[in-house]
């Protein structure tokens, strides 16, 4: 409930921020910092090195393993951070952007305050903390979009983003320190770092190519087309990720510490598997057909006509969007299980799938790419699944046929949603309101004479913790 807690109201407010800074900015500024997105994940994956996952993965975790990883992680944030200063000039020559020299030095400094932040953190997720987690998130989105909204007011345009993230992580790792009793001692042991290499770097080289590919679709659009085109692409992809990823980052940060307690069980691994699965895609089936559905309205209505371009993209990538959490929950399994090898493994796979793809759909323009994204979707869902049949005995055929229940009902109300937007009305909000409303009653209403299983389980627990449902039971 915390991890939910903490999703919704971050996630929440950093819509609620970006919707300010995309009426007060340009698609243009946002493309600029979108171009920067592949260096700096990229950077970022360096600083845990793989070794924050293996410490979750761990069962007993000592004072010489966190601190030894703690210093080693400032090492690389800052050896990370000075090769993106030398590289800067060449990133702006590529995209033809001067102004990126700048913007990728300035960024550059996120990746040494996060290193500074980085095992408080973990310990965090290891300890199933998300009421602290909450916190932190939420004081440092607070304090740093009110810096970013104050600045783009003042007219200093891409710098209010830029400077932004670096308060954003300013805050987050200032707030870490303060809120976390952990505190680093003067031990380091290249040891304990070798314990964890095996698993560690597997991680590492399987998040870089994560970051790699993930983003390579901006680089080759920015590399290709227009930086408005870039913009668009990145803000479409924004609040598409916002639900999805905000549900299944809810997840995943709490099923793979727990998973990993339970690793030697695949009975129960295989039953939690099951109700999480079924849980994901009761929330992110509607939510992704429903966004489909209503983009128009919701686009225009949030962030002006100058954002309407960006709807062709957004509606195609919601439907990429529709099987990401299903992938996570697969992912985070062989992550519990310690099967990192496997992990990188089915990387690789993905990533040169990925690039067989983009190669053949960018001349076709970024709708094309899209649409490769979707095929992408479905053959990773097919891959990523593999190996949960072999070690517990949950193939994609029997999550296939868990999920199409919920699949079919979220069909049914994405028919609903559509003709309701057939109406004359005029006004988006009104539209937006109309189809919104009507979606959620018939999904509800569905689900509940269907009695689907995740759906009823729902219903139940908010049923016997709501005091006002009670009273009125009692009545």
């Given amino acids: 409930m915390w991890s939910l807690l903490e999703f919704v109201i971050t996630r929440g407010l950093q819509f609620i921020i970006g919707i300010v800074l995309a009426r007060l900015l340009y698609p243009e500024q946002f493309g600029l910092i979108g171009m920067l997105l592949i260096f700096m994940g990229v950077a970022q994956c360096f600083i845990d090195s793989g070794f924050g996952a293996a410490l979750i993965q761990q069962r ?33 020559a590529f995209y033809n952007q001067p102004i990126l020299t700048q913007l990728t030095r300035l960024l550059s400094v996120i990746i040494i305050i996060n290193s500074f932040g980085m095992i408080q953190s973990t310990i965090l997720v290891k300890q199933i903390n998300f009421k602290t987690q909450t916190k932190i998130s939420l004081i440092a989105g607070v304090l740093s979009g009110t810096i970013g909204i104050t600045l783009a007011v003042a007219g200093f345009g891409v710098w209010s983003l830029a400077f932004q993230q670096v308060s954003s992580a300013l805050f987050q790792t200032a707030c870490l320190w303060f809120f976390s009793p952990w505190r680093p001692a003067l031990i380091f042991s290249l040891g304990a770092l070798r314990k964890m290499f095996g698993f560690g770097s597997r991680m590492l080289l399987s998040s870089v190519l994560n970051q790699l590919f993930e983003n390579s679709y901006i680089l080759v659009i920015g590399k290709l087309f227009s930086v408005a085109d870039v913009g668009f692409f990145t803000r479409a992809k924004t609040l598409q990720e916002l639900p999805s990823q905000t549900l299944s980052g809810m997840v995943g940060r709490v099923t793979f510490p727990v998973f990993s307690t339970i690793q030697d069980d695949p009975i129960r691994l295989k039953r939690g598997m099951k109700k999480t699965m079924s849980v994901l895609v009761l929330i992110n089936f509607p939510v992704m057909l429903g966004l489909a559905l209503v983009a128009r309205p919701l686009v225009l209505l949030l962030l002006t006509e100058k954002w309407a371009q960006c709807i062709p993209y957004f509606q195609l990538l919601c439907l990429v969007g529709l099987l990401y959490p299903v992938h996570l929950i697969n992912l985070t399994l062989l992550q519990a299980l310690g099967h990192s090898n496997l992990f990188l493994q089915l990387e690789i796979i993905k990533k040169i799938l990925i690039a067989i793809t983009l190669s053949i759909t960018w001349r076709w323009g970024i709708s094309a790419i899209i649409y490769g994204m979707l095929l992408m979707s479905i053959i990773s869902y097919y891959v990523n699944s593999y190996f949960t049949g072999v070690l517990i005995g949950y193939p994609i055929r029997e999550q296939l046929c ?13 028919g609903g949603v559509y003709a309701a937007g057939l109406l004359p009305l005029v006004d988006n909000g009104l539209m937006l309101l109309v189809q919104v409303t009507i979606g959620t009653i018939l999904y509800v209403c569905l689900c509940r004479t269907c009695r689907l299983a995740a759906f009823m389980e729902l219903w139940q627990a908010v049923w016997n913790r709501s005091p006002f449902l009670k009273a009125r039971m009692v009545r």
């Fill in 402 to 414: 868990d999920i199409y229940p919920y699949l079919i009902i979220a069909l049914l109300m994405g």
């Fill in 60 to 92: 007993e975790a000592t004072l010489t393993d966190t601190c030894s990883i703690f210093y080693f992680n400032i090492i690389v944030g800052l050896t990370t951070a000075g090769c993106l200063c030398l590289v800067a000039p060449w990133i702006a």
